[in-house]
T-cell receptor, first 119, second 116 residues
Framework: DTEVTQTPKHLVMGMTNKKSLKCEQH?????MYWYKQKAKKPPELMFV???????INESVPSRFSPECPNSSLLNLHLHALQPEDSALYLC??????????????????FGSGTRLTVV | AQKITQTQPGMFVQEKEAVTLDCTYD???????LFWYKQPSSGEMIFLIY??????QNATEGRYSLNFQKARKSANLVISASQLGDSAMYFC?????????????FGAGTILRVKS
């Protein structure tokens, strides 16, 4: 299995709602990431989990709350979002790397994303 | 300061021609990795090719090759024999260091349009 699966694919939520995004991978990767991407812009890193521990938080507002319950699963809990939080949310995972090692599939694997609209 | 610079907001190429998408990077790390991703309008990020900082040979994957010039800190993507399905946004990205879970930083992207 070489996929990262994200659910739901589309989500519309009100500013007072609580919702969660889910990301799952079964490639044995122990680093997982949340990125936010606005239209025609590059993805921006939000959070990194390494061995199920939060290792990087890029000063993300507390209305976004990540969770990594096990090595295959990553959640992003959403609460009291603003319309400007509408974006494509991408999850990714990565294998352990050595710079001197060359393999044919050596990238961070991304899910297909959740398109979030906050109304 | 920009870590990854893609200076071409948009490019056009004729079908079956080759095209080069530019990418320069800035790092003081000796160990780093450079990636190219393709993002069609559907939104998925598709991994294309990887070049490690210690790799002496340019990476190739099918129609994709990476022109790696370490001294100039450039990692240009070359797509040979362009196809209509190559029309998409292309991102160059870099991972610095060898620590597990290092972040991947993206350039601004280049929109490629293939003309028939």
């Amino acid at each position: 299995d070489t996929e990262v699966t994200q659910t739901p694919k589309h989500l519309v939520m009100g500013m007072t709602n609580k919702k969660s995004l889910k990301c799952e991978q079964h490639m044995g990767h122990r680093a997982m990431y949340w990125y936010k991407q606005k239209a025609k812009k590059p993805p921006e890193l939000m959070f990194v989990y390494s061995y199920e521990k939060l290792s990087i938080n890029e000063s993300v507002p507390s209305r976004f709350s990540p969770e990594c319950p096990n090595s295959s699963l990553l959640n992003l809990h959403l609460h009291a979002l603003q319309p400007e939080d509408s974006a494509l949310y991408l999850c990714a995972s990565s294998p352990k790397l050595r710079a001197t090692e060359v393999t044919h599939n050596y990238g961070y694997t991304f899910g297909s994303g959740t398109r979030l609209t906050v109304v | 300061a920009q870590k990854i610079t893609q200076t071409q907001p948009g490019m056009f190429v004729q079908e079956k021609e080759a095209v080069t998408l530019d990418c320069t990077y800035d790092t003081s790390d000796q160990s780093y990795g450079l990636f190219w991703y393709k993002q069609p309008s559907s939104g998925e990020m598709i991994f294309l090719i990887y070049q490690g900082s210690y790799d002496e040979q340019n990476a190739t994957e099918g129609r994709y090759s990476l022109n790696f010039q370490k001294a100039r800190k450039s990692a240009n993507l070359v797509i040979s024999a362009s196809q209509l399905g190559d029309s998409a946004m292309y991102f160059c990205a870099m991972r610095e260091g060898l620590e597990y879970g290092n972040k991947l930083v993206f350039g601004a992207g280049t929109i490629l349009r293939v003309k028939s």
